[in-house]
Structure formats: C-alpha cells, structure tokens
C-alpha cells in the first residue's frame, strides 16, 4: 500500500484547541431550560461540506434514458436520491434530493413527452441494508421539482411503467414492506396522472408486484410479475405460492396466471422483458432452486430463463442461468437482436436465446443492478451496479467508468490525528477507505487522495489515534484486519478461527437439520453480525473489544483473544417462522445476506471507567459488566418500550458522568418504524426515553454525546441528522445544505470539534467547529447575541500541482479558508459590526458581518484588510485595465493570538483565536514578521498609486481635446503601469514567505521614487 505521507505529511499537531467559554462546561446546564426556544432555521447558517468519495461511487437501482435523446440520463440511486445529465454522462446533479425520502426502486420517463418524469421510491433489491420510501413522485419539468402522487406506505416501489400515447395511464409495481405485511402492495393503475389509483392485482399481505411491462405495440397487452417474500432480523424467506406471472389483455383491468410451460410449485422474483421488435417474442427469468446458502448461491438451480414466442401462452425453459435472483433478476433482451440476452448480478450475456451465457471479465463492479441497450444502435450499453454507471460502446464489453457520483454508502467511520485529520469508514459492497478532510490544493478532496484499506463489503474502521498509522478494518462478518497504513503490512485478526473457515458459510447442507451432524471443516467460521462491531478501548490502545456472538477482548492488538462470554440469547433461528413457515431445503434465497443469527451490534466501553462494558445485541439484549466481563447484567428488561428482540444500533458511554450511558435501537426490521432511544444515569438499571420530539418515523441509528458540553447529543438517523442541547428533550435536525440521507455513523473529532458524518448514500459530510451547538445555551438565547469560541485557524498556502483533468471530475469540498467565526443574533434588525484586532487592540481588518436571526458563520481570512479590489467589468469600449490587473488581498496577518470582536447594538462580545503558520513552512519568526511587514509597505504604496490613478483620470478627463491633453493622457498611462508594476511585485512576494531578493529590492525602491515623481507633477509645489 502506498503511504500516506507521499501526499499529505503527518506535521506537528497545530496550536492546541482553544477551552470552551466558561459557564458551559459540563453539568452547568439545567435540563429542559431551553424548552422549545431553538428551531432548525437558526442553524441554517452552518453549513456543511463533502468530501466524497465518488471513485468507488455506489448502488445504483434503475436507469431512464430520454431515446430521443440519449446524451439524458436518471439514474436512480439505492439511498442517494436521483441524478441527471444532460452530456452523455460527463457531468451530473442530483434532481431528488430535498424531497421527505432518499431511498429509490426505479425510474421513468415518458418518451413521448421527457419532461414527465416518475420516480418509485423505497429500494426494490430486498437486501438487509436496503432503504424505503413514501411511495411515487411525479416531474412535469423534467426533475426540477416533484410532487408526491400517493401509495405512500407501499414502502417498496420496483417498477412505474406509462402509457405510451397517454401519459395519464399509470402503473405502479409496489412490491410493500419488506420486514412485514401490509395490504398496500400489489400493481396499482392510475387513469389521471397518479391522483387517484386503484389496485387491479392484488394477491394478499405478503404478495406484492415485482415487474410489470407493456407490450410496444399494442398498450392493451401487459404483464406483471407477482412476487411474495419478507426479510427479518434473523432471515429471508424469498418465495411463496403468492409469487407468480401474470397476463392483461385488457390495459390491466384483469389478469390471469400464465402456467403453460413455466415451473410449478413455489417462486421467487420474477423478470420480464418484451422483444421490441416483435412482442410476440417475450422474455421472464424466474427462481426456484434448493438448499440456497447464504452466500448467495443455490447448490441445485431450478428455472431460470424461459421464452415464449406467442405472448407469453407457452414457455420454452431456455437454461437455468438466473445469479442471485432475490437481489435483482433483471433479465433484459436487446431492442434489435431477440437472440441477445443480459442478465445482471453477475452481469452476463446469451447470443442464443439464454441457452448459454458469457460473464465477461470487467473493469466495472461486479454486482449488477440494470442494463439499458439503446433501441436505435445496439452498440451502445449502459450498465448500473453497486459501483456506478458504465457506458459501453461495443455491447457491454469496454466501459468509461463515471467517477464523478459522490453516492457511496457508509455505515461506520473514525479519524484520526494527522494535520489535516483523515477519516475511515466502511462501504457498502465496495471496501473500506481512507481519505483526507481537507488538502492543501485549490481543487480539494479528489478521488486520489482516497485510498483503499479493505476489501468485501466495508464496517467498522477504527485507527489508533496514539500512532496514526494502526487501523482495525472490518469487512462483512467481522472480517478483522490490522493494517499498517504506511507500511502496508497486513495481518488478520479475527478472533476464534481456529480451525478457518469456509466462504459458503452456511448452507443446508450443514445447517438446520439436527439430525445431520456437521461435516469435517464444515461451517467453521464463528458467527458475527454484518455490521460486527470492534473499539480501542479509550483506556489503553493495545486493548481491543470485538463482537461475534461472542465479546472477545484483546490486550495485543488483536494478536489473541479471550472470550468473555456469549452475550445474545442464544436462540435457534431455524425454529423462528417466516412469513408461518419455518425455513426447508426448498425455501427460496434462504438468509439471504444473514449467514448468522444472533450475534453483537454495538459495544462500549465508559471512558471514565476502565472495564465499564456494554454490549447490544441484534437479538435485545444490553448487558452491563462493571468488572471488564467477568459478570454480567442484562439491562434490556429494565428499558421501558423497548421492543423484544429489538435491534441495538449503538451504545454511547458518556464521557463526562461515569454512570450516564446511551442506547439507540433501530427495529425496523421488525416492521417497526418508530423512534427507539433511551438514556440511563445508573449504568444501565433504569432508563428513560430521550425521543422527546423527533419527528416520528426517523429511526436512529446512531446516538453520541458531545465531547466538551455533556447536554449536547446528536442522532444520526434513517432521514437525517439531530441535535439536542437538553439531554433529549428537545431535538432540532440539522438539515441547511445536507441532501436528504441515511446517517449510520458519526463523530466529533476530538482536535478540531467538527461533525463528521457517514451518510450511506452521499459519502462523507462534515460541519466544520461546532462550537456554536456546544455553547448556544439559554443565557445567550437570553442575552439575544453572543460570539461562540474560535478554534485555531492556520495561514495554507492552497496550489494547484494537477493538470487539466476535465470535467468528468469529483472535487470534494475543502474547509473554510481561515477561522471561521460563529456568533448568534436573537432578532432581525440588529445594528452589527465585526472586526480584528492585534493582542494590542490594534484594529487589523473589518468584516463584514450577516444579519440573520440565529446562528451566523463568517470566515476570516487571516489577513490584514484588502489592497485593491477585484476591477470593476469593463465595457467592449473601454480600454481601463483598472485595479492593476486585478484584486489584491491583504497580507497573511504575523502568527499569534488575536481578538475578534462583536458589537451587537452597542454591546461588544470578545474571542481570542490562535493563528499559526501553514505547517509546512520553515521560516525564522524574525523573517517571518518582516515578510508581513513588507507586504504591508507595498500595499501602502499600491493604495498610493491607485489614488494618483484617480487623479491622472480626473485630469485627463477635464482637459478633453486640449492643449494640455496629451501631457495629462501620458501622466495617466505612466500612473497606470506604475499601479500595475507595483501589483505584479505584490504578488510576486506574496509568493514567498521570506525576504526580498535583490531584484525586488531595486523595484521597490524605483517604484516608490516613480510614485514621489507621479505625486509631485500632479501638485507642484507640494512636498510629496
């Protein structure tokens, strides 16, 4: 692995983070004190920023490409909304991404009219990570806006098709809730645009529709693909006698069940494709299959890929191909070729009908979502996948590779200590990763400074923060690695593998049936959870804590493990019924994705306790070791509301009451949507809800208590991210510039006091300084201003060291460059200055200040006031250059301590802010003060000659055409080269932090005697 420091070198820690403001210091907060007197709109001035990633990008669902224009593409994203372009893919933007939901299953256009546009939200891939909705949405502009049509507890939405010639005809394949029954599922049809709908197909509570298509030539001609299946937190069940085809010819009034030549008993999902060119010629892949293992595979297929050549009256199987239907069985057939099949999760083609099939090697992901073929040259192949979008022009087989969609997937993160600070997390079905917060480069966060730290589907991500340079990356399973980011070594840490393990983890075979005992080197691996959780303990960095079903702890780094006990229930999952069936050999996509059950999902430890311990489980419980595991108590029973068996998402230890500690339950597994979270001040013997008034329906994932102010708490949430600065009572979401999103992680870095986020859909988000949500209590509520604490700000000198990269391009966003000043107003109108000054008092340079009510952010730019402003545009007729070729910004201020300063009608508000130098300067502090010194001596003398400019054009303009015109026009051509000589050596040393060469000694110096000269023609007599 390359390291690190080829690129952005760990330098001396910058000045140390300034104390929070007195009076807000942990415990000094009356709980509930603030009531409802802090909404989101005073917030809306922190804004957020992203630093992708966008090279791995993420799953994509459904695309819809405008025919008569190809170069427009939607693509819809499992959990980061829709994105358009309007290039053929070279550029991109989100067009759905403030709307109540994130979550999509497909998209559509109309043809005949592409400013329609229908978007079904709620994933339609029935995997354990999968994200929902609130039914259909409707464009009529073409993305810019959308408007909710209804079926809004469908949950599930995989497939809207329009009619062709009338676009107020509607049908919606909605699958329905994917951890439960519900009755709105089924194919609804609409005749008016999607005002009214009614549900022509309808099979019962665990049924819902999967596919639906028209025939191209005759609308009144349809099909739709039933399918019956539910997950849970302990399995899949992914078939029933509810799943099955189905025929219209009646525009979707009725339906019958097609059986003629198609599989009987049981089945999956279903897909459906009609041949363009002849509709009689009709393509569905259908599951079945015996003992399917949870590594995605059935040991003995079944159906497959079927033809019919008469609209679907007969069935001629073709093969048996179909790669793990469950997560997609998207069968496509190419508008001009009826021979030329594709088929995706694996993503493969048939040249003979789907009797044989070439999984060609690629250079995009490997897990395959939907594949466009355009109708007008078969060449031309769009491919969407867990990692993207590819464009092919020779049938699928070369791809340009869009790595521009900032749409990755995190559950997990961490940072570290580095200047600037990196962040690892885990990404769905694409690896884990380490990137940088911010770069020294105009351009920012490019996908380059993200490297890869893991492989499969990436968690947990933990780096010792004592070396910077140890991280503990988890893949799938509790994959456990401990990886030397600078060296690259590796070593695999997993804890109780004795004996290896096997990649097809569980399987019929070996699993479920106790009257067959397990094989030799059977299913070895000991169980863990998906998201398997692992920490270093905040008392000692050689000690680590890891879940399978088992707490494992560590005090090598991982190199051995002692058991501290099986801390679920210890449940059998086989005698747990699924849709009133426990699993067979012939159960479809048996646990699907969830090779294991029970297991751990959350440990903790008190970090004001050494072997205070709390571990959740996927199963309920939370059990408490005051004694590093030697005993146990389970806290579950005593948590009012909490469901049984419900899901423990995250466990917070405070880290300013030893006895305080949070627990986050995210059971929509269970079908239950509600808002789950709790706190306790006994270490876990009793507990009180802290949901207060989030909004209903949010479902937390996450919970973190502030590190400097023990009120202030953040969830992160199904839809959002919120903040309470009561302990619970109150909550407001911090939406300003965010997307709506998933949030599954999040941190306050411990140096720098931002809020990092992981969203699972739109990559990583970070609130730079916090310190305004730490410190707006109600005494400055009260007070109607106050100026929050400055953390320390450093002078970088940014650069552009790339070359033209052109535009298909992710640039995520750097940091505000300077310190970033927060203050809060109580009211509208507010007679507001803000200013600099030296530790003397002395004033350094004026801001401009916002006037909003709420919190307000203005950036400092760590310089001395401005030299000359950018120059004015000048007309085709004017041949000003003006300025001196353009702004000139103030110097970098001296290295120290200054002093910001707030008068908010009449009363003045002070903070001291550590200013230091770009870190990887090395410069004598005497020299370093003489090069500001300099600087600010020239800018003296541009302001000089701008001022002798406004003279020399006053003259010429008042001698007009003359006799002393010609003297005047000359004064003014010299005064203007003078101004724009004196500029050019302006940023000429600005460019280096040190002394005047010779050279510019000289031109100083000349400058000044030509300005002397300047000055004293234009006033004779006058001593200049």
């Known amino acids: 692995m390359r390291a690190r420091v080829s690129r952005l070198p760990v330098v001396p820690l910058v000045v140390a983070l300034l104390l929070v403001v007195a009076g807000i210091a942990a415990g000094t907060y009356t709980v509930g004190a603030q009531a409802s007197a802090i909404d989101a709109s005073q917030l809306a001035g922190l804004k957020l920023r992203t630093i992708g990633p966008a090279n791995m990008s993420g799953r994509i ?60 939200t709620g994933e339609a891939a029935n995997r354990q990570s999968v994200g929902w909705g609130d039914g259909v949405y409707k464009s009529v502009d073409a993305g810019k806006t959308w408007t ?66 028209m025939d191209p030539a005759d609308a009144s001609v349809m099909y739709a693909a ?23 010819t009646d525009g979707g009034a009725t339906w019958r069940l097609l059986t003629n030549g198609l599989p009987a008993g049981d089945k999956g999902r279903i897909g459906i494709s009609i041949y363009r060119k002849d509709p009689r010629v009709v393509y569905v892949s259908v599951e079945q299959g015996e003992r399917y293992n949870a590594s995605t595979a059935y040991e003995q ?142 351009w920012g966060v490019l996908n380059e400074h993200w490297q890869r730290t893991g492989g499969g589907d990436g968690f947990f991500n933990v780096i010792d923060r004592s070396d910077n340079r140890t991280l503990y990356t988890a893949s799938q399973y509790l994959g456990l690695s401990r990886l030397d980011m600078i060296s690259g070594d590796r070593v695999d840490i997993r804890p109780d593998q004795a004996a290896g393990f096997i990649q097809a983890r569980r399987n019929w075979t070996t699993w479920g049936r106790p009257d067959v005992p397990a094989p030799p080197l059977g299913n070895a691996m000991a169980p863990a ?70 297991t751990i999902t959350a440990i903790a430890e008190s970090p004001k306790v050494k072997g205070l311990l709390y571990v959740g489980t996927d199963d309920g419980n939370v059990h408490v070791s005051g004694d590093d595991g030697r005993t146990w108590t389970d806290a579950a029973p005593k948590i009012p509301g909490l469901p049984a068996s419900a899901w423990i998402g995250g466990i917070e230890a405070s880290r300013h009451d030893a006895d305080v500690v949070y627990v986050a339950s995210d059971n929509h597994r269970s079908n239950d949507y509600r808002n789950h979270l709790f706190r306790s001040a006994d270490r876990g013997r ?69 809020l990092i986020l992981a969203t699972h859909g739109r990559g990583i988000w970070i609130l730079d300084s916090v310190s305004s ?12 201003a106050g100026l929050f604490s400055i953390r320390p700000a450093a002078m970088i000198r940014f650069a552009q060291p790339k070359a033209h990269a052109g535009d298909m391009i992710f640039r995520g966003e750097n940091p505000p460059a300077g310190a970033i000043v927060d203050y809060y107003l109580g009211r509208a109108g507010a007679q507001v200055a803000l200013s600099v000054h030296d530790a003397s008092g002395a004033l350094i340079t004026a801001l401009e200040p916002l006037r909003t009510p709420g919190v307000n952010r203005v950036v400092w730019n760590l310089r001395h006031a401005q030299v000359a402003a950018p120059p004015r545009r000048a007309s085709a007729s004017d041949d000003e250059e003006g300025g001196g070729g353009g702004g000139l910004a103030g110097p970098f201020v001296v290295p120290g301590t200054y002093i910001v300063k707030l008068v908010v009608d009449g009363r003045t508000f002070e903070q001291r802010v550590a200013v230091s130098d770009d870190p990887r300067l090395v410069v004598a502090p005497a020299a370093r003060t003489e090069w500001t010194a300099t600087l600010l001596r020239i800018g003296d003398l541009h302001r000089a000659v701008s001022a002798l400019v406004d003279a020399a054009r006053t003259a010429a303009d008042g001698a007009g055409a003359g006799a002393a015109a010609p003297e005047a026009r000359e004064r003014l051509r010299i005064a203007r080269e003078l101004q724009t000589r004196v500029g050019s050596l302006y940023r000429a040393v600005s460019g280096h932090t040190g002394p005047l060469t010779a050279d510019q000694r000289q031109q100083l110096q000349f400058f000044d005697e030509t300005r002397a000269r300047l000055a004293a023609q234009a006033s004779p007599g006058q001593n200049r």
């Open 148 to 213: 909710n049509m209804g079926l809004r507890d469908s949950k599930h939405i995989a497939r809207i098709v329009v009619h062709p010639a009338n676009p107020d005809i509607v049908f919606v394949a909605a699958t329905g809730h994917l951890w439960g029954p519900n009755p709105e599922r089924g194919l609804y049809r609409s005749l008016d645009g999607g005002r009214a709908w009614t549900r022509v197909l309808g099979i019962n509570d665990d049924t819902g529709v999967t596919d639906v298509a």
């Open 686 to 754: 009793t507990w009180t809800s802290i949901v207060g008034d989030l909004p209903d329906g949010r479902v937390v994932r996450t919970v973190r208590e502030d590190p400097r102010n023990a009120n202030v708490l953040y969830v992160g949430t199904e839809f959002g991210v919120f903040v309470s600065v009561d302990r619970g009572a109150h909550w407001v979401e911090i939406k300003n510039n965010m997307p709506r999103v998933a949030i599954n992680d999040l941190m306050i870095h411990p140096r720098d006091n931002d």
């Open 61 to 120: 669902v459904d695309l819809a490409v405008v025919e008569s224009d190809p170069y427009v593409i939607y693509a819809a994203t499992s959990t980061g909304g829709l994105w358009k372009t309007s290039d053929n893919g070279v550029t991109w933007a989100p067009v759905f991404e403030h709307e109540a939901v994130h979550s999509l299953g497909t998209v559509t256009v109309h043809q005949a009219n592409p400013s329609i546009v229908w978007v079904g």
């Open 226 to 248: 039933a399918y019956q299946r539910r997950r849970s937190a302990f399995g899949f069940h992914g078939g029933g006698p509810g799943s099955g085809l189905y025929k219209s």
């Open 773 to 784: 949500l730490q410190e707006l209590t109600p005494q400055v509520m009260t007070a109607g």
């Open 301 to 442: 297929r079944k159906a497959g890929i079927y033809r019919s050549d008469d609209k679907g009256e007969t069935w001629s199987h073709m093969s048996d191909w179909n790669p793990r239907p469950m997560y997609a069985s998207q069968i496509r057939v190419d508008p001009n070729d009826d021979r030329r099949i594709y088929m995706v999760n694996a993503y493969s083609f048939s040249d003979d009908g789907g009797k044989t099939f070439t999984v060609p090697r690629q250079s995009l992901h490997g897990d395959d979502r939907v594949v466009w073929i355009n109708p007008r040259d078969s060449r031309h192949v769009i491919k969407g996948d867990d990692g993207g979008i590819g464009i092919s022009y020779d049938r699928g087989l070369k791809w340009l590779y869009v790595s521009s969609l900032p749409v990755s997937q995190f559950y997990r993160i961490d940072a570290d200590m580095q200047t600037p600070y990196w962040v690892y997390g885990g990404l769905q079905d694409n690896g884990s990763w380490a990137g940088p917060s911010a770069t020294y480069t105009t």
């Open 529 to 598: 959870n998906w998201d398997a959780p692992i920490i270093i303990s905040p008392h000692d960095a050689t000690t680590l804590y890891a879940g399978t079903n088992r707490l494992w702890k560590s005090t090598n780094r991982g190199d051995t493990w002692v058991s501290l006990g099986d801390r679920t229930t210890g449940v059998d999952r086989s005698t747990l019924p699924l849709m009133g069936q426990r699993p067979t050999r012939d159960t479809l996509s048996l646990d699907d994705g969830i090779p294991y059950y029970p």
